[in-house]
């Protein structure tokens, strides 16, 4: 797309942008918009790249001023560019950028405002992930945290690798789970984020079943102990709980 060349005309900018810019949201706004206005060739009007033209130029004849013919298709789709931005922004965040007159000043003024906000932002995700534990939740609820994290991180154009988000999935993970995390990190190939999910739910199973087969043990032990005659019963043994069992990836 050129200023001298048919510009594009912005549509549906509601359709695609759902979210209304606050004091909270900047780096999910501009996820969405970026490629909003690259899908329809219009992100170099807020990027630079397709700067305002002169409103006047020398005529190649008489050396006169007269109006630029590139101008005017600049400035009217620019300012379909400004008012669909506009549209966007919450009531307490328009008052930032009332008495600018381009998509670009817009633009510049909103990447300016929130550029703190944006960094403290991703440094609270990434400490959040540091510090997820999987405590008492499922496997399932934990993963999906783990990963929504993850998905966050690459929606502001801070993704990180699967080793990382492996490395801090498996660090959450309880005492119960050091033979699964053992075989994770002796393998020596990398292993897929996927099969990572599927050993933890297998996993998952074989310590309910060890679990249920222990407290079925104890029961009967009750049982058993509440039927036998009294001068038995001293001698009953305790319990140690969970004997360790190995764990292998195969």
């Known amino acids: 797309v050129t200023p001298s060349a048919p510009l594009p ?3 549906n ?3 695609h942008i759902s979210e209304k810019l606050t004091q909270e949201n900047y780096i999910l706004w501009q996820f969405l918009m970026v490629p ?3 899908g329809q060739n219009l992100f170099g009007y807020v990027d630079g790249t397709l700067p305002q033209p002169p409103k ?3 005529d190649s004849t008489s050396g006169l001023l007269v109006t630029n013919p590139a101008y005017l298709p600049w ?3 620019d ?3 400004f008012s669909a931005i506009i549209s966007t922004l919450s009531v307490e965040t328009l008052p930032h950028v009332i008495g600018l007159s381009t998509s670009r000043e817009i633009w510049i003024t909103l990447e300016t405002l929130f550029a703190a906000q944006s960094q403290s932002r991703i440094l609270q995700l990434k400490q959040q992930l540091a510090n997820l534990k999987k405590g008492a939740q499922s496997v399932s609820a934990y993963f999906q945290k783990a990963q929504g994290f993850a998905n966050l991180l690459a ?3 801070k993704p990180i690798d699967n080793s990382e988000l492996i490395s801090h999935i498996l660090a959450g993970l309880g005492a119960d789970y050091d033979p699964l995390v053992t075989s994770v990190t002796t393998r020596q190939d990398s292993i897929p984020l996927t099969d990572l999910y599927g050993y933890m739910l297998s996993y998952e199973q074989r310590l309910e079943t060890h679990k249920s087969a222990l407290e079925l043990n104890i029961s009967t032990a009750d049982t058993a102990q509440r039927q036998s005659p009294s001068y ?5 043994g305790n319990n140690s709980g969970y004997r360790n069992f190995n764990f292998s990836l195969g």
Do not use: K, S, W
Request: proline content about 4%; aromatic content about 8%.
């Open 9 to 11: 005309h912005i549509h």
């Open 13 to 15: 900018v509601h359709h």
């Open 36 to 38: 909003f206005l690259e």
């Open 56 to 58: 006047l130029i020398p």
């Open 75 to 77: 400035y009217h789709q």
């Open 79 to 81: 300012r379909m560019i």
């Open 155 to 157: 929606a502001i154009g």
């Open 232 to 236: 038995l019963r001293n001698n009953r």
